[in-house]
């Protein structure tokens, strides 16, 4: 944005939030297929104001750099979704015998339009909606649903249909609840304990407060977990202290949206580790190495430090059981916080506290007698091999010569 001749938006380009405005504008504006000429085509014929004409000229140039440099944001994925089945893919998900679509209350066009591809191709596509089939039944709260219905019915050139009835164990207030939901005016009845409020100073607190009232079915009124849910508009915020407050209740939860990919502890592991050869500063370019992930990485199931650190070399990098104890207790004792230098200068001057003659600890010069030495801290050969670990371990996260790309 530093090359475009933005007046209107200059003294907000260096303001917090306004790049977070202008990816959510862009976004919409991608969700429902507006390309950027067809976006700076509206503006002009709006008037061409200022305020509208830079949105239009920060859209066209992001797109434009997108496009120089073969990436794509999260929006476009979508477009290319749609591009590559219809242009790029034309036997895809012809052999799919069912396709569900199922938790939605509204799509894109761009999700529209890739409904419209798939439909032309499954045997069967099924599009869930809440709401009811009869207009003499439908209420405020179910307008929106009424909106989606007839967007996919001209879509998808199709009927909606019912589902099957089913007995409703519905109670009384929900059900007058639902049909007077949005209404300015409606009759009052008593809830009979199926509704109730509960105020929470924060989302932990919220959090903590539901999951004891359906605890307190599972325990009090015998139901199953099965027949229990927790419902919010948005689960993502309060996904932490759902898991924490669960686990301290011996609650089984599962997430219908599961956890997002770097939360997965293998794909965490992994970030962590990666993290490690990271440099501790601008200044030193040296790997930051701190110590609790560095024993962490060692300690980690989902690694095998048994591989070589690389196809030349002769010697595996060899961690085992009990190596990362070890090290801890080694970093521990010499007070190490992070960095090459100092994993180097406690491992190598431990592995010189040794006398091959009498086989017991000896204090080096370079260090200071009045820190003691406990008994289990590694000496001699055991601390040499230690910092050989360490090296070989280096060696296999040292990333490839080249150039850096971020």
């Known amino acids: 944005m530093d090359d475009l001749p933005l007046i209107h938006y200059a003294p ?12 959510d504008l862009i976004a919409e504006l991608k969700a429902a297929r507006i390309w950027p000429d067809m976006f700076a085509q509206a ?13 239009a000229l920060v859209y066209a140039a992001y797109q434009e750099r997108l496009q120089a440099q073969s990436w794509a944001d999260r929006a476009g994925l979508g477009w290319l979704a749609v591009e590559a089945l219809e242009e790029r893919a034309p036997d ?17 066009p761009v999700q529209l339009a890739l409904l419209e591809v798939l439909a032309s191709r499954v045997e069967n596509l099924i599009v869930t909606l809440t709401g009811t089939a009869d207009d003499s039944q439908r209420t405020l709260a179910h307008r929106r649903f009424d909106q ?38 409606a009759e ?12 929470a100073p924060d989302r932990a607190s919220e959090v903590r407060a539901a999951l004891r009232w359906l605890k307190t079915r599972l325990v009090e009124d015998g139901m199953r977990p099965v027949e229990v849910t927790l419902l919010a508009r948005d689960v993502r915020p309060y996904r932490p202290f759902i898991l924490q407050t669960a686990a301290e209740f011996g609650l089984p939860v599962r997430l219908v949206d599961g956890l997002p990919l770097r939360a997965t502890p293998p794909v965490a592991a992994l970030l962590d580790l990666l993290r490690l050869m990271l440099p501790r500063t601008d200044s030193d370019p040296q790997p930051s190495l701190p110590r609790r992930p560095v024993v962490e990485a060692w300690r980690s199931p989902y690694f095998d430090w048994s591989a070589l650190p690389k196809k030349s070399a002769t010697q595996p990098i060899g961690i085992g059981p009990g190596d990362a104890d070890a090290l801890d207790t080694a970093a521990r004792w010499g007070r190490v916080i992070g960095g090459l230098s100092q994993w180097e200068e406690i491992l190598t001057d431990l592995a010189a506290r040794y006398e091959e003659t009498t086989g017991v600890p000896s204090i080096a010069p370079a260090q200071d007698e009045e820190r003691g030495l406990p008994a289990d801290v590694p000496v001699g050969p055991a601390a040499q091999l230690l910092w050989d670990k360490l090296q070989r371990f280096l060696l296999r996260l040292t990333p490839p010569q080249g150039k850096r790309t971020y």
């Open 188 to 199: 009052q009845i008593a809830a009979m304990g199926a509704v109730q409020l509960i105020e």
């Open 12 to 23: 907000l380009t260096d303001r917090p939030g306004f790049i977070q405005v202008l990816e």
């Open 148 to 185: 989606t219905r007839r967007q996919l019915e001209d879509t998808l050139g199709v009927r909606a249909a019912p589902l099957p009835e089913q007995s409703s164990r519905q109670a009384p207030a929900l059900a007058h609840l639902e049909t007077s939901l949005f209404r300015s005016e």
């Open 43 to 55: 503006v002009a014929a709006l008037g061409d104001e200022p305020r509208l004409r830079e949105l």
């Open 92 to 108: 895809v998900a012809r052999d799919w015998p069912l396709l569900v679509v199922d938790g939605f209350d509204n799509f894109t």
